[in-house]
């Protein structure tokens, strides 16, 4: 079945890069997603990601996709406090009957001053 | 802000009772999902309408229930609940409902069973 694994903390000095992982199932998913949550807050979109891309840049932010190995990543440059959150990464599956986004258990990135 | 909302908010029952979540769409959006966030499953695909018919159905309980209304609102309805039913609930929507498109999360309705 589907799956999307993220690992669970990471833990980073402000200023330093995060980089968060995500490894996926799915070989035919079109799209690739990060999202993140506030503490108390809804899911909110950060960047997606075609799948025959392998690299997107937005500001702070870089997705890496590795379509061979079903490995994605989220590099945010020059941490903030402000970037303490949950992040999810999620693959959009669609068959026959329809749509959904599979996501990962998110990553909580801690960052400390 | 996403554009999707949601109420109510917050939401507080007992076991056994019946609640209606509401969500509205994004405008123009005619495609809307329903997902679940507890602790122990994380963030888990329920339901997905597109323009007043149902299109796909993910982990949904029997004693769940969702519409979609000609107006493109939609309602998810939660009977007999038990404690673990209490969670997050988001929705969210998109243009058209395909894979290709982007999927924009209202705020969620946390319910809380006691």
């Known amino acids: 079945g589907e799956d999307v694994e993220q690992s669970l903390f990471l833990s980073v000095r402000e200023g330093d890069s995060s980089v968060i992982n995500c490894t996926y199932t799915?070989?035919?998913?079109?799209?690739l997603y990060w999202y993140k949550q506030e503490p108390g807050a809804g899911l909110q979109l950060l960047t997606y990601?075609?799948?025959?891309?392998d690299m997107k840049q937005d500001q702070r932010l870089t997705v890496l996709l590795n379509k061979k190995d079903k490995h994605l990543s989220l590099r945010i440059a020059d941490t903030q406090t402000g970037d303490s959150a949950i992040y999810f990464c999620a693959e959009s599956i669609e068959n026959q009957a329809g749509t959904a986004l599979i996501f990962g258990k998110g990553t909580t990135l801690s960052v400390s001053s | 802000d996403s554009g999707v909302t949601q109420t109510p908010k917050h939401l507080i029952t007992a076991t056994g009772q019946r609640v209606t979540l509401r969500c509205s769409p994004r405008s123009g959006d005619l495609s809307v999902y329903w997902y679940q966030q507890s602790l122990d499953q994380g963030l888990q695909f329920l339901i997905q309408y597109y323009n007043g018919e149902e299109r796909a159905k993910g982990n949904i309980l029997e004693r769940f229930s969702a519409q979609q209304f000609p107006d493109l609102h939609s309602e998810l309805n939660l009977s007999s609940l038990e404690l673990g039913d209490s969670a997050l609930y988001f929705c969210?929507?998109?243009?058209?409902?395909?894979?290709?498109?982007?999927?924009?999360f209202g705020p969620g309705t946390r319910l809380l069973v006691l």
């Open positions: 990601i075609f799948s025959n891309m």
């Open positions: 799915d070989s035919s998913s079109t799209y």
């Open positions: 969210a929507s998109s243009r058209s409902g395909g894979a290709a498109e982007t999927q924009y």
